[in-house]
């Protein structure tokens, strides 16, 4: 499953994600144009996303392998060097550097490890579970499958009806012609508007 933005408009303006300093205790306020900023490279919220379980301190490196994963729709074992080597530069000299400076991870470049700061939680709060394209298909199936039997049961009906009426059969021949069509049609607008507020 992969993040992507949602600004949460009911947040304040300028939530409190701190930059911490070697003692922990400076903040540095982040307006909602940074934190959009943080969040606008995907790069960065795939960073996010792989941390967002992990409490412990991570290799830089595999970070990097399943960020290289997730861009390429592949698994870390199946990818090549030239996916890793791209996104490891990428991260190395920009997406993480740019993270710690705004105090939503601590990267200790020369170690090549990363560690999440609570901080970090406040940006989730800006980015909204998505789901994947066969996840978005199915779930899209799965609401459209009710209305698609109410549609047919009307169809059927109307067709059983006309029929009946064609071929004399009682009781559609008590009708008119009009009144039968009014009545197949106001099954179809019922059914549609009931999709439409449903």
């Not at 600004?7 to 400076?26: E, F, H, L, W, Y």
């Not at 960065?44 to 399943?66: F, G, S």
Request: with cysteine.
């Amino acid at each position: 499953m992969l993040l992507s933005i949602h600004i949460n408009r009911s947040m304040s303006a300028t939530p409190k994600v701190g930059k911490q300093s070697q003692t922990g205790t400076d903040t540095v306020k982040l307006s909602e144009d940074q934190i959009y900023h943080l969040l606008q490279n995907e790069r960065r919220r795939y960073i996010l996303q792989y941390l967002h379980n992990v409490n412990d301190q991570v290799a830089m490196r595999d970070i990097a392998e399943q960020v290289a994963a997730w861009e390429n729709d592949t698994t870390v074992q199946a990818l090549d060097s030239k996916e890793r080597q791209r996104v490891y530069i990428s991260l190395y000299q920009s997406h993480l550097p740019k993270l710690d400076e705004k105090g939503v991870i601590k990267y200790d470049q020369s170690r090549g490890t990363v560690r999440k700061f609570a901080r970090a939680e406040t940006l989730y709060n800006y980015l909204e579970p998505t789901r994947s394209n066969d996840d978005k298909e199915d779930k899209t199936k799965d609401d459209a499958t009710p209305w698609k039997r109410y549609y047919l049961g009307a169809s059927g009906i109307g067709a059983t009806a006309l029929t009946g009426m064609m071929l004399g059969v009682v009781p559609f021949t008590f009708m008119s012609q009009g009144v039968l069509c009014f009545l197949i049609l106001g099954m179809f607008w019922t059914v549609t508007i009931g999709q439409q507020f449903a």
